[in-house]
């Protein structure tokens, strides 16, 4: 199915592009005339140079092709996504960045809690989101529709006539972006999705665009209903955050307060920061500066069934004096990153389980798409489903 709709959009793609190349080459060639003006006081026929610019852009073109067969140098000349860290953080841009719509189809449940905060803060702006689906009900999708999402299950769709994409504006020529994520990707293909940008790739947008909408009133989808609510962030209260915490696993005898900590006392039990995180906590962040707040002051989420759901601030437990990281990374990594001197986190004591990975260096932490820490289950915290259950589900 998304091949037939290549092959209706690839077309305009390419006439697209070959006004842009000309457009550029116009560009080049007034440049070229400018500076041979201005250094030798001559001026060369503007035909000779547009045949050298073209002679030059010709070679180019052979040049990379011969890097490999004519299908990479097809991607080549496109923007594409070859991990799912990468895929996340052009997923989080649309997410922070729409002005109107997003509409993500395909893609189920995984992407729901990594990038909860960007979906409030898209919801928050008035940013109409439509979810499709097309396995059976998820408990997460009920938290979509509590933040005013319309969700679809369209379960009754074929494998083969199945896609998955994110648009946002997929209507505006200036504004418009769209992922488009491989389904059946392979390892040797080296490729996770493919990224499209605004009037440069619009009809492939509009195409997409289109399709969902066709799906959507094909009468294999269902609308689960669609709640007039915009969530937004409001304080929350540090005793029933702790009431909630002591619920959480090997946390119900311990003594838990939310209190100021040394950052220089703080150790960390990750090697590595997510990009996608990173760029996630910088927009949320502005919201803390935005109302006067502290960092990490206790704060939830307003859901369309009267309740809120809380943001965790940094949990770390103490031990022989030292603070290790079990809940949030991310923003410690941050604070000391801004020079931060002592975080708000909330404090565990009297807990002596081993941690679910080994300690480690501030120095050995790195910045990356997917690299992943090796954890023991068997000793994870499982903050967030202590803390959320029975606000919004009782599974998580």
């Known amino acids: 199915m998304m091949e ?68 990479d140098f097809e991607m080549t000349i496109k923007t594409t996504i070859k ?18 719509e997003i509409i993500i189809c395909g893609l189920e449940e995984f992407w729901i809690f ?108 269902r609308s689960l209903g669609v709640v007039d609510h915009k969530p937004r962030f409001q304080r929350y209260q540090d005793a029933l955050l702790i009431g909630k915490m002591k619920k959480c696993r090997f946390y119900q005898g311990a003594d838990i307060k939310i209190e100021e900590v040394n950052v220089n006392k703080i150790v960390p039990l990750s090697r590595y920061i997510y990009k996608y995180k990173l760029s996630q906590l910088n927009d949320f962040l502005g919201y803390y500066k935005e109302r ?40 410690i990594y941050k604070m000391r990153e801004l020079g931060e001197r002592r975080i708000r986190a909330v404090v565990v004591r009297n807990v002596n389980e081993p941690f679910p990975s080994s300690p480690t260096k501030w120095k050995k932490i790195s910045v990356d798409y997917d690299k992943h820490q090796e954890r023991n289950p068997e000793y994870a915290r499982y903050i967030e489903s202590g803390v959320h259950k029975g606000i919004w589900s009782n599974e998580i």
Request: with cysteine; glycine share 8%.
């Open 4 to 71: 037939k709709i290549k092959e209706k959009i690839e077309g305009y793609n390419y006439l697209i592009t070959l006004l842009t190349i000309l457009g550029s080459i116009v560009g080049i060639v007034e440049l070229f005339q400018v500076e041979i003006r201005r250094l030798w006081n001559t001026q060369i026929p503007s035909l000779i140079l547009v045949v050298a610019v073209i002679v030059l852009f010709v070679i180019c073109l052979f040049v990379f092709r011969g890097q490999g067969s004519n299908k």
């Open 83 to 100: 991990t799912e860290g990468e895929f996340l953080v052009r997923f989080q841009r649309l997410l922070v960045e729409a002005k109107s």
């Open 114 to 221: 990594p990038l909860l905060i960007s979906l409030v803060i898209a919801r928050s702006k008035n940013v109409k989101v439509k979810v499709i689906n097309f396995k059976d009900f998820r408990e997460r999708y009920r938290l979509l529709q509590y933040l005013g999402c319309e969700v679809f299950m369209c379960s009754g769709v074929q494998d083969e006539d199945r896609f998955a994409c994110v648009l946002m504006d997929p209507t505006d020529v200036r504004g418009g972006r769209a992922i488009a994520y491989s389904l059946r990707r392979r390892e040797k293909d080296n490729i996770f999705g493919r990224y499209y940008l605004n009037y440069i790739d619009y009809y492939t947008i509009v195409g997409l665009y289109n399709h969902v909408n066709s799906l959507i009133n094909s009468g294999s989808c």
């Open 292 to 331: 006067g707040w502290a960092y990490f002051t206790s704060i939830g989420i307003t859901l369309s069934n009267g309740k809120v759901s809380p943001i965790v601030p940094p949990v770390v437990e103490q031990r022989n004096g030292k603070y290790y990281i079990v809940e949030g990374h991310t923003r």
